[in-house]
């Protein structure tokens, strides 16, 4: 099982996944976030089994 | 997903450059463009001393961390605003980041020049939106460590923030403020040279860059800029970017091809009464706060 938290949320991912797949679970766009895991970016297309993935936001405002 | 420069796994594609990287390929193609950014726009000469603003963000001290990589000896300019939490977390961002690297951070505290108001308090005591008082303060000290310190301020103004800021003022042809818009804004009687060496460089990329560094970043955000037109600007243009790769790169570079097609008479400028800074009244804004300020806590003008 993947783990994938994203602002505060935690979700769970069974079976085949990869960045592409959480993305669009999650609503996002490439262009707005990056995948970590383990502290290291996360290529989208890296096939994952287990682990946990965190989103980063990459937009700021102000 | 292979990398375009060395063949390992890649971590990131960009899809505006069509091309993959590895972590360490990623690092040089960022320091390759703002290179390119400081040699087309001619943002800093060999020699110069850049002051770098830095909140604490990925794209201030990513900077930071750039101009030391490319050989400029640059310090660090911290501006505690005063709000709540969100101010004392930044600030241990930026001086973890320059204790580690050993690097020059001076700090400044907003309530130290305004009888120990904080930007929220101040807000209130002008009745003015908390951002517009805030960019009106930083900017003054910024401007004065600069140019006290014979310094060329540098801001960590990304590719998306130029963007959102430049389609904010072609929708409603704000003539005077797209005149203003560049990469570099000259030295002034008053006013230290200002320079934004990622202009070239998306608030991904410097994400990617400031994540493959190990950067220690603050996620966090101001809690005023909830809700922000700049915000919904850069999801539009996420959008335009998703559908066009590129989009972003081409509105920005393609303006500043025809910026000088843009102009507003020059505002005439005095030395402010009280602090000599350059104004178009006769006190400034910050001294003319700061006397109010004064007066609210019951202390003499
Ligand atoms: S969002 Fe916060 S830091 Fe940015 S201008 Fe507004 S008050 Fe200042
Ligand atoms: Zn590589
Ligand atoms: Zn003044």
Redesign the interface.
């Given at each position: 099982m993947v783990t994938v938290t994203y602002q505060g949320k935690r979700y769970a991912f069974e079976g085949k996944v990869d960045g592409f797949k959480i993305l669009r679970e999650l609503g996002l766009r490439e262009e707005e976030v990056l995948l970590v895991k383990d502290g290291k970016l996360l290529p989208l297309d890296q096939p994952l089994q287990r682990g946990e993935v965190k989103v980063i936001p990459v937009v700021s405002g102000g | 997903?292979r990398c375009r420069m060395c063949g390992q796994?890649?971590?990131?594609?960009l899809?505006s450059h069509n091309i993959?990287l590895c972590?360490g390929c990623l690092q040089e193609f960022i320091r390759r463009r703002v290179k390119k950014a400081i040699k087309d726009y001619r943002l800093l000469q060999p020699g110069e001393r850049p002051l770098v603003a830095v909140s604490g963000?990925?794209?201030s001290l990513s900077v930071w961390d750039l101009l030391g990589e490319l050989g400029f000896e640059a310090g660090g300019l911290y501006i505690h605003l005063g709000i709540g939490d969100y101010s004392d977390r930044s600030e241990e961002a930026a001086r973890r980041f320059a204790e580690a690297r050993g690097l020059e951070l001076r700090v400044e505290r907003v309530a130290d020049h305004f009888s120990g108001l904080g930007i929220p308090e101040l807000a209130r005591l002008d009745r003015r939106p908390p951002?517009s008082i805030c960019g009106m303060v930083k900017r003054y000290l910024m401007n004065k460590a600069a140019y006290e310190g014979g310094r060329v301020l540098v801001t960590g103004h990304n590719l998306?923030d130029e963007v959102a800021t430049l389609f904010g003022n072609v929708l409603d042809w704000k003539e005077g403020y797209l005149s203003r818009q560049a990469p570099r804004l000259p030295a002034a009687p008053g006013l230290a040279p200002r320079t934004k060496p990622l202009v070239l460089c998306?608030?991904?990329e410097?994400?990617?860059y400031a994540?493959?560094r190990g950067i220690d970043y603050i996620?966090e955000?101001?809690p005023?800029?909830?809700g922000?037109t700049?915000?919904f600007y850069?999801?539009l243009w996420?959008?335009l970017?998703?559908r066009s790769p590129g989009a972003k790169l081409r509105f920005y570079q393609n303006f500043l091809r025809v910026r000088h097609l843009f102009r507003e008479e020059e505002p005439r400028l005095q030395p402010c009464q009280s602090c000599g800074f350059p104004t178009t009244t006769e006190l400034c804004n910050f001294c003319r706060l700061r006397d109010r300020a004064k007066g609210k806590k019951g202390n003499p003008p």
């Open positions: - | 997903m796994r890649a971590v990131i594609r899809r993959a972590e963000g990925k794209d951002c998306d998306t608030e991904r410097m994400a990617a994540i493959s996620l955000e101001c005023f800029s909830r922000a700049s915000l850069k999801d996420n959008q970017e998703e």
